[in-house]
Nanobody, 127 residues
């Protein structure tokens, strides 16, 4: 079993920044690809950013490209999402997810490629 615990969410003004963290435990972290998804009220969960096991491959949704950066620290079993230039439309619950396939060479945006999920952290961007 894998446990994922997100932190770092909060309330920020338009144009502000936040860094989300996701601490993983329960299985070797190094071989997991990781992802960040988000879900706004009344909407489906959507992909925001993903990273492969080594950190050498990243992928971003078009809506966050250039503003969000995903990174992975295998020594600390933690994945991060640095968010800058935040917009009201970024308001959502952000979820960390661990991939189901070991050593996947590329980051994946597919929700079905992720097996474990955190409880989510709320990000609210005020206008």
């Amino acid at each position: 079993q894998v446990q994922l615990v997100e932190s770092g969410g909060g309330l920020v003004q338009t144009g502000g920044s936040l860094r989300l963290s996701c601490a993983a435990s329960g299985r070797p972290f190094i071989w997991s690809g990781m992802g960040w998804f988000r879900q706004a009220p009344g909407k489906e969960r959507e992909f925001a950013a993903g990273i492969n096991w080594s950190g050498g491959s990243t992928k971003y949704a078009d809506s966050v490209k250039g503003r969000f950066t995903i990174s992975k620290d295998n020594a600390k079993n933690t994945v991060y999402l640095q968010m800058i230039s935040l917009k009201p439309e970024d308001t959502a619950v952000y979820y960390c997810a661990a991939g189901r396939i070991a050593w996947l060479p590329a980051a994946t945006p597919k929700l079905s490629d992720y097996q474990y999920w955190g409880q989510g952290t709320q990000v609210t961007v005020s206008s």
